[in-house]
């Protein structure tokens, strides 16, 4: 029997699909011993490797502020995106209940058959309005480190990345996901102090009143609010250097993934990913420190049109 979904709700059901579906290629990964566990942790940095489709790290970290170290060493685009599912559910649900009609819906959207991708996922079970984004990195390009720090509260969590291979497939399908356990043991560490602090809203999109400035630099990012946008997503921040072939255009276009080429591997010429703060409720702060050198940047988000929305900002660095 179908469920029946009004407009909005539909829009943050497809978004958390993204997130669960693909699950179904977790039980293909690897089993060979993770790089992250010869990795000494230091406190409430959460060391996090990527060498292909994967996220080695530890499977438990402390609870409260934690600063997610994410090396991508592969040679693709990632993020991550931190995920709470709701009680009971785990990535079972995800391979048995939701994968046959998240695949089945966007074989419809690629055909551009969007009415009858609608009516195939008001197919899915009413709980996936439960599940929440709680952050992570922006997008990072290969052979690049980023750091974005969090507040994670004890509990059951899944980490994944949908960037596109080149035939379309989202990476969470070639299995590009992570169980995490958020312990009840709290981490030492205090709420980071900004340089650099940025407000994000639906409304009047990425702002600041600080002054961006070249070295070492910590950017808050305080969500005002979360609305999900015409790709099924909500806003986030992501930092990208501009080469000297960097054309905007393409930039705009490839941080919309509900288009046939976006956020398809590999990302357009002169762009390089730095990190960021991914989707998080309205209320919520996160952190990312990055070194800034001399050049062109931007701080875009991962909707549709961002430049009509003022989620795009551009400064210099001299």
């Known amino acids: 029997m179908k469920t029946s979904i009004n407009g909005s709700g ?3 059901v497809l978004s958390i699909l993204v997130v669960a579906a693909a699950l179904v290629g977790h039980s ?24 292909n ?29 931190v995920d709470k599912y709701p009680p009971g559910k785990t990535s079972e649900d995800a391979e048995n209940v939701i994968a046959p009609i998240f695949d089945a819906g966007m074989k419809l959207i690629n055909q551009g058959k969007m009415d009858e991708a609608m009516e ?7 709980w996936f309005s439960e599940v929440e984004f709680l952050g992570g990195t922006g997008l990072v390009s290969p052979n690049l480190r ?17 960037v596109k291979m080149p035939n379309g ?65 909500g806003h986030d921040v992501n930092l990208v250097k501009l080469g000297e072939d960097a054309n905007m255009e393409e930039l705009e276009n490839w941080m919309n993934w509900a288009t046939p080429t976006g956020l ?10 730095l990190g960021g703060v991914n989707d998080m409720p309205a209320g919520r702060t996160g952190y990312f420190t990055v070194q800034l050198d001399p050049g062109s940047y931007v701080l875009i988000s991962e909707v ?5 929305k003022g989620l795009l900002r551009t400064f210099e660095i001299k």
């Not at 195939?120 to 009413?126: D, K, R, S, V």
């Not at 980023?146 to 949908?162: F, Q």
């Not at 940025?198 to 990425?206: P, R, Y």
């Open 28 to 51: 293909c990964k690897s089993d060979k011993k993770s790089q992250a566990e010869k990795v000494e942790l230091k406190k409430n940095v959460v060391q996090v490797i990527t060498e």
């Open 264 to 273: 398809m591997e590999p990302a357009p010429k002169g762009l390089t990913f």
């Open 169 to 233: 497939t989202f990476h969470t399908a070639m299995g590009m996901t992570k169980d995490l356990v958020v312990s009840q043991q709290r981490s030492n560490d205090q709420e980071p102090k900004a340089n650099i602090n940025l407000s994000i809203s639906s409304a009047n999109g990425i702002f600041t009143k600080d002054s961006i400035v070249g070295g070492l630099q910590t950017f808050a990012v305080h969500f005002v609010d979360q609305v999900v946008h015409e790709n099924f997503v």
């Open 53 to 81: 489709m994967d996220f080695q790290m530890a499977d438990t970290i402390f609870s409260g502020w934690n600063t997610f170290s994410y090396h991508n060493l592969s040679t693709q685009t990632h993020f991550i995106l």
């Open 146 to 162: 980023a750091e974005t720090t969090l507040y994670l509260e004890p509990g059951n969590y899944v980490l994944e990345c949908y």
């Open 120 to 126: 195939a996922f008001g197919q899915l079970p009413e």
């Open 10 to 12: 539909l829009y943050k």
């Open 304 to 308: 549709p049109n961002p430049t009509s």
